[in-house]
């Protein structure tokens, strides 16, 4: 399948090198990761990428190998491999998913606050009480953050979710969102990955010192597919590490993807 793209570079010509590729999160869309595009791309020809069923991409079922297979399949589209992957969250595992898969276009890795474990902490719920609601006709802005808040608490979410919902006489969600939810078990989990298959290429988790997605038990999965590998913590940063500390978080992506190694 092949992905909407959002690319950006510095003026002029295209700087030789790999470029930057960005992936989001469940829910999330290329947009939403504009500020570490703009800053990486004085440096680096870079493409934000909306996964299948999110943004302005294609819907479709979700599970980890068929994202990795439509972010090389759009790649190759873009003239954009081999590449240096970062993805957040439900993109992390289909960045990891693609160095493992395609370990020859994938030239860095960056993994934001993900391991290559089972992380379920109630999506599904929420994305069920989402394809349920019913928007009042028409609908507008405020009308759509006050029923999304009959399921979403947090207010930085409903404002994250409203971008996915069609406003006005025909209401509705614009992402895909009943695949969404019949994916959800496979985007909670992690599919078993046999002995053999690794990326040794370099590779930086991140993680917020909040968050409690990346734990030490899954440091020695880690190792194993991902021998190369470094950890860094964001302090006072959650889940939403990027959104959190922006400048901290482009400062650590950009020590990495400038290293010689």
Not at 42 to 48: E, F, G, I, K
Request: aromatic share 6%.
């Amino acid at each position: 399948m092949r992905l909407n793209v959002i690319e950006r570079a510095p003026e002029g010509d295209v700087p030789a090198g790999p470029p930057v590729v960005l992936i989001h999160g469940l829910f999330g869309r290329a947009r939403n990761l504009g500020f570490i595009q703009r800053q990486l791309s004085a440096r680096w020809r870079t493409l934000a990428i909306d996964l299948r069923s999110h943004g302005d991409s294609p819907h479709g079922m979700l599970d980890y190998h068929a994202l990795a297979g439509d972010i090389v399949e759009t790649l190759a589209v873009h003239d954009a491999l081999p590449a240096m992957i970062m993805g957040h969250s439900m993109g992390g595992k289909a960045a990891m998913m693609t160095a493992l898969l395609h370990p020859a276009q994938v030239e860095r890795l960056v993994v934001a606050d993900i391991p290559p474990a089972r992380t379920g902490h109630g999506n599904s719920d929420v994305a069920q009480a989402m394809l349920d609601l019913e928007f009042p006709r028409p609908l507008d802005r405020k009308s759509a953050e006050a029923a999304l808040a009959a399921v979403i608490e947090d207010g930085g979410t409903r404002a994250l979710m409203v971008q996915n919902i069609r406003l006005g006489d025909d209401p509705g969600w614009t992402i895909g969102l009943r695949e969404i939810v019949a994916s959800m078990s496979n985007i909670e989990s992690w599919p078993y990955i046999p002995d053999g298959y690794a990326y040794t290429g370099p590779t930086l988790f991140l993680r917020g010192a909040n968050s409690p997605y990346l734990r030490a038990e899954h440091l020695p999965e880690i190792r194993r597919l991902f021998p190369r590998f470094e950890l860094e913590t964001i302090p006072d940063a959650g889940h939403w590490l990027h959104v959190e500390q922006p400048e901290r978080f482009v400062a650590l992506l950009k020590a990495f993807l400038e290293r010689s190694f």
